[in-house]
């Protein structure tokens, strides 16, 4: 039987989250965000079969097929990463990894926002000491990391189900 119960992403036993504001686009707004597990987790997912994929896509895509476990997901909010070649595809992933003492290989990316403009290093470097050090299981963290990746969406987007 299936339930919803209360929460988010930390709703799951042994997941963390946290909200950075790293001005990768804007001042003054969440706009990175993490989900973490000290335990290695399975991962799967979908991919479009569009021809122009982002560089997210491109890394994503590239660590579900090689069947091997992840720790984190690190997003950010503002640049979309797509259509600015390969320079973007690893670079959120190590940062975060060094930052959580992890393989770069155990870090899924995702990427929302404006189409064409390169991501900068440096705020990439800031949010991901923010974003470690902001790590908590808590249902606001949660929430927080939901509204740290909003873009057009009027409302944070998050649920839980136990079965």
């Not at 097929?65 to 640049?79: M, T, W």
Request: net charge positive.
């Amino acid at each position: 039987m299936m339930n919803t119960i209360e929460g988010g992403v930390t709703a799951a036993k042994g997941f963390m989250a946290a909200s950075a504001e790293a001005g990768i686009k804007y001042k003054n707004r969440t706009d990175m965000a993490l989900v973490y597990t000290k335990s290695p987790a399975v991962c799967a997912g979908t991919f479009t079969t569009n021809v122009v994929k982002a560089a997210p896509v491109w890394w994503d895509k590239e660590i579900v097929e090689s069947k091997k476990d992840v720790h984190a997901v690190v997003l950010n909010s503002g640049i979309a990463n797509a259509c600015t070649g390969g320079e973007g595809k690893e670079y959120m992933a190590a940062q975060i990894a060094e930052a959580l003492g992890v393989s770069t290989k155990e870090v899924l990316t995702a990427s929302t926002g404006v189409i064409g403009m390169q991501i900068k290093k440096e705020p990439i470097q800031k949010g991901a000491k923010l974003l470690k050090d902001a790590l908590a299981d808590t249902k606001e963290a949660g929430l927080l990391a939901a509204k740290a990746i909003m873009t057009t969406d009027t409302v944070p987007k998050e649920a839980a189900i136990s079965f």
